[in-house]
């Protein structure tokens, strides 16, 4: 598929770390309205730099556009897109409104073109191996989720000072503005409503709870820092997820269930170990000790937390293992392999990948136009939620999504492949 991206801020490297990995993936050329932006990265990565919006739209090779601009910009960029006749990703969330999102689906549908959006941590190997895990049975039937994404006090980390690859300063002033619940619900929001279906019912609540975070903005932007949903399914199950720019990093999720519970570290590690406890009398008792809570490796030894589970892995696991920058120096190569071990590891190509392998195969969305508008509608009530609260019952629903594609039935023949594939590139 040959595609052309929109936006060439900071993601757009965060994005290009894994393109190798997807040969059928070529990125013919860029636009942004900051030229500067456009023409570093189109230098950078020896891409087509157009001149307009409309001549990247006009360009007959694009098939598809990847919208990585700001929010704001969202909806009227993948409105162009679709009415120019392309398929379109788009980053999360998809607009700031539902009735724009419904309207977008609409054009795609009018122009026999496809819409997808971020996020993609779906397919990463820690979702398909809770998916795999709950779908045998291991903790019975699923009850409770409670799922973490408290990403820092970013204003306390001089994020302002990081740079992209290509010079892209991280956007903190628009992470700030825009808040943790647009930047950050969708990532456990579609695994969640992947595993369990529609929520029915929706309380949430949201709040700016630190004022004046920086010097260049208002005191109050009127964006909440914090948020808690909890979502009820049609089955009975329920799930709590919180968001803040206040706590420092947790990212943990819990599948709990009535035999058990996994649980996963962090949505931004495809590769994030996933831990299966099957409830014992000494596991739950143990769990009242304070020094098995304060000291977790004794702890494992009464059964808590349970053991790591092999990672179901999928046609395109490789990916986080690979390195965009082959001719880094030493020092720089060493700082790659320690981020994606231990601090994140994503492949956000991997949903672009299924975009294009759908379409060439002719098969239905996976992630279904239902499914995306549902996802959306869930991160704009909690958003909007508010101090006082929010009980309420979405509109929107969506067909079961069925098996995650792409998953390899033999993890140890495809770490073998993937280790010769990598060795080739
Ligand atoms: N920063 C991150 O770590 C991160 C991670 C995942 C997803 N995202 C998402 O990716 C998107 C972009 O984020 P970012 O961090 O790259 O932001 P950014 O501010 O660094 O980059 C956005 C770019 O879009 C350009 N742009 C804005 N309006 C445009 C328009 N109408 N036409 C063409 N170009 C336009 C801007 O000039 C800018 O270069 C957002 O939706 C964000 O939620 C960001």
Request: net charge neutral; hydrophobic share 40%.
């Amino acid at each position: 598929m040959k595609i052309a991206v929109v936006g060439c801020g900071y993601v757009f490297d965060i994005y290009m770390r894994t393109l190798r990995a997807h040969p059928e993936l070529t990125i013919i050329g860029v636009f942004d309205i900051n030229s500067e932006r456009s023409r570093r990265v189109g230098n950078f990565y020896k891409l087509r730099i157009y001149g307009s919006y409309e001549a990247m739209l006009a360009d007959s090779e694009v098939d598809a556009v990847i919208n990585l601009t700001s929010i704001q910009a969202h909806f009227a960029v993948t409105k162009q897109a679709l009415e120019a006749g392309k398929h379109v990703y788009s980053e999360k969330p998809l607009t700031k409104s539902l009735n724009d999102s419904a309207q977008l689906f609409d054009i795609a549908r009018e122009h026999c073109v496809r819409l997808y959006a971020a996020p993609c941590n779906i397919y990463s190997d820690m979702i398909r191996t809770i998916y795999e895990a709950v779908g045998s049975g291991a903790i019975g039937k699923p009850r409770l989720i409670y799922a973490e994404l408290d990403d820092n006090p970013i204003h306390l980390l001089d994020f302002d000072r990081v740079i992209s690859p290509t010079g892209a300063p991280w956007p903190l002033e628009e992470e700030l503005r825009e808040g943790c619940t647009y930047e950050h619900l969708g990532y456990h929001l579609v695994w969640i409503c992947g595993l369990l279906g529609p929520a029915v019912a929706v309380t949430a609540y949201s709040s700016e709870l630190v004022e004046s975070k920086v010097s260049t903005l208002p005191p109050y932007l009127g964006t909440p820092d914090y948020s808690v949903a909890c979502l009820h399914f049609r089955n009975g199950e329920s799930a709590r997820i919180t968001c803040s720019f206040v706590a420092p990093r947790d990212h943990r999720l819990r599948v709990i269930g009535d035999k058990g519970e996994l649980a996963g570290d962090s949505y931004r590690h495809y590769r994030s170990p996933v831990y299966l406890e099957q409830y014992t009398k000494m596991s739950l008792n143990a769990r009242k000790f304070q020094t098995l809570r304060a000291h977790p490796m004794l702890g494992r030894l009464f059964g808590v937390g349970g053991k790591r589970l092999p990672l179901v892995h999928n046609w395109k696991s490789h990916a986080v293992l690979k390195d965009q920058a082959q001719s880094a120096t030493f020092k720089q190569r060493l700082l790659e392999w320690v981020r994606r071990r231990e601090i994140y590891a994503q492949d956000k190509f991997i949903g672009i990948a299924e975009m294009a392998r759908e379409i060439r195969e002719d098969k239905p969305q996976f992630l279904s136009p239902d499914f995306l508008l549902h996802v959306n509608e869930l991160t704009l009530i909690v958003q909007a939620a508010g101090p006082g609260g929010i009980a309420t019952k979405p509109t929107t629903t969506f067909a079961p999504l069925g098996d995650i594609p792409g998953t390899l039935t033999s993890p140890a023949g495809h770490d073998a492949s993937c280790w010769v594939h990598l060795a080739l590139c």
